[in-house]
């Protein structure tokens, strides 16, 4: 059974940050587009960060450029998002994604919720 699993994530001041994490079991973690998405409420699901399975490449949602940043180690199967600066506008359920496309396989992590505020 795979297994998606956030952490890191908590309540934190404006102006903070936080190193959120993605452990991942039981897949070929190397193989994973891997994905950061957050959702807040009363919004629809929204990507934050992307990189591409060789951590060759990255994109970002223009509200989070210049302070989040998202990683990856193949060796621990485990994909990060350090973010800085936060604004309580970043508050919202963060989901981490694995997305193998070119055999459709896509697997979602259950949440960890990131709060903002004074």
């Known amino acids: 059974q795979v297994h998606v699993v956030e952490s890191g994530g908590g309540l934190v001041q404006p102006g903070g940050s936080l190193r959120l994490s993605c452990l991942t079991s039981?897949?070929?973690?190397?193989?994973?587009?891997m994905s950061w998405y957050r959702q807040a409420p009363g919004k629809e699901r929204e990507l934050v960060a992307q990189?591409?399975?060789?951590?060759?490449?990255?994109k970002y949602a223009d509200s989070v450029k210049d302070r989040f940043t998202i990683s990856r180690d193949n060796a621990k199967r485990t994909v990060y998002l350090q973010m800085n600066s936060l604004k309580p506008e970043d508050t919202a359920v963060y989901y981490c994604?694995?997305?193998?496309?070119?055999?459709?396989?896509?697997?979602w992590g259950q949440g960890t919720q990131v709060t903002v505020s004074s």
């Open positions: 994604n694995a997305n193998w496309v070119q055999v459709r396989l896509e697997y």
């Open positions: 039981r897949l070929s973690f190397s193989a994973y587009d």
């Open positions: 990189i591409t399975s060789s951590g060759g490449r990255t």
